[in-house]
């Protein structure tokens, strides 16, 4: 079994930060990536950043220049750090991690449960 937890949601100001964590745990023999993505009612879901085991980091237009996101590979842990935000930053935002569970024979994605991000204006 893989549990992915993301906790740092919450509510700002616009203008202000928030730094939101990923921890990924269980049976888990490998990862390549982890990523953020972020969904509004009505909308679909879209990748605000993600980074792969080799450190190499891909942003959305969006976020670069005010979100950096990192991993401890080490701990599983992914982190995002959003400065500057906007309103229209607000979304729930999902954790995916990329990673081969132990016992299945390939990688696959797995998903958090979302954290709320609101910024009020």
């Known amino acids: 079994q893989v549990q992915l937890v993301e906790s740092g949601g919450g509510l700002v100001q616009a203008g202000g930060s928030l730094t939101l964590t990923c921890a990924a745990s269980g049976k888990i023999f490998s990862v390549n990536a982890m990523g953020w993505y972020r969904q509004t009612i009505g909308s679909d879901r879209e990748l605000v950043a993600n980074?792969?085991?080799?450190?190499?980091?891909n942003y959305a237009d969006s976020a670069k220049g005010r979100f950096t996101i990192s991993v401890d590979i080490l701990k599983k842990l992914m982190t995002l750090q959003m400065n500057e935000l906007r309103p229209e930053d607000t979304a729930v935002y999902y954790c995916?991690?990329?990673?081969?569970?132990?016992?299945?024979?390939?990688?696959?994605?797995?998903w958090g449960q979302g954290t709320q991000v609101t910024v009020s204006s």
């Open positions: 980074i792969t085991w080799g450190g190499s980091t």
């Open positions: 995916k991690a990329d990673l081969w569970r132990v016992g299945t024979s390939a990688f696959s994605d797995y």
